[in-house]
């Protein structure tokens, strides 16, 4: 199975600050990821497909990109509304699977 | 709009049978690959199966931790996903979400709860 590792595990900032999020694969995956978000008792939303397209609907400040088996997603200025937990996920092998989630907290 | 709503949830022992529905709308859902992806209380998310499209003779794909025990079914005239859990384990306890993808998960229900405890 591919192991899917995000960075960091939990990360604090401020409305309007720039985050960054790292996801690695264990093997290269190509640019088959994708990035949700997920909210307190809400189903995960899909964000970023094939590592650096934004889903419809999804802000513009949402950034993907990376290749092989480096990803990040950044944020380029926080609102209010993005905190919250974020996963990766690989589509390129049986089994599918997700990073163990980064969690978004307001600082 | 698209929309799936999950049902069929709720307490069964260890040991038990549980089957789980999925009624879609605002799609052709025999034009889609469908799958069923679970969160454990407090936990991450874990894909669980796949049911192909049709013109992919609906075939079907399995985490190895539900493989032999789970089946992932359809029935596109009644626009519904199926999950049949058998031989359930304590460990299966999640919240199991009904997703529509090809590659990346792009519509996701609300969830049905699943516990199994005695």
């Known amino acids: 199975d591919i192991q899917m590792t995000q960075s960091p595990s939990s990360l604090s900032a401020s409305v309007g600050d720039r985050v960054t999020i790292t996801c690695r694969a264990s093997?290269?995956?190509?640019?088959?990821l994708a990035w949700y978000q997920q909210k307190p008792e809400k189903a995960p939303k899909s964000l970023i497909y094939?590592?650096?397209n934004l889903q419809s609907g999804v802000p513009s400040r949402f950034i993907g990109s990376g290749s092989g088996t480096d990803f990040t997603l950044t944020i380029s200025s926080l609102q209010p509304e993005d905190f919250a937990t974020y996963y990766c996920?690989?589509?390129?092998?049986?089994?599918?699977?997700f990073g163990q989630g980064t969690k978004l907290e307001i600082k | 709009e698209v929309q799936l709503v999950e049902s069929g949830g709720g307490l069964v022992q260890p040991g038990g049978s549980l089957r789980l529905s999925c009624a879609v709308s605002g799609f052709t859902l025999s034009d889609h690959y469908m799958d069923w992806v679970r969160q454990a209380p407090g936990k991450g998310l874990e894909w669980v199966g796949r049911?192909?499209?049709?013109?992919?003779?609906?075939?079907?794909e399995y985490a190895a931790s539900v493989k032999g025990r789970f089946t992932v079914s359809r029935d596109d005239s009644k626009n519904s996903l199926y999950l049949q859990m058998n031989s359930l384990k304590t460990e299966d306890t999640a919240v199991y979400y009904c997703?529509?993808?090809?590659?990346?998960?792009?519509?996701w229900g609300q969830g049905t709860l699943v516990t199994v405890s005695s």
């Open positions: 996920q690989q589509y390129n092998n049986y089994p599918y699977t």
């Open positions: 094939d590592a650096s």
């Open positions: 049911s192909r499209k049709k013109v992919n003779s609906y075939t079907t």
């Open positions: 997703v529509r993808g090809y590659h990346s998960f792009d519509y």
């Open positions: 093997q290269d995956i190509s640019s088959w």
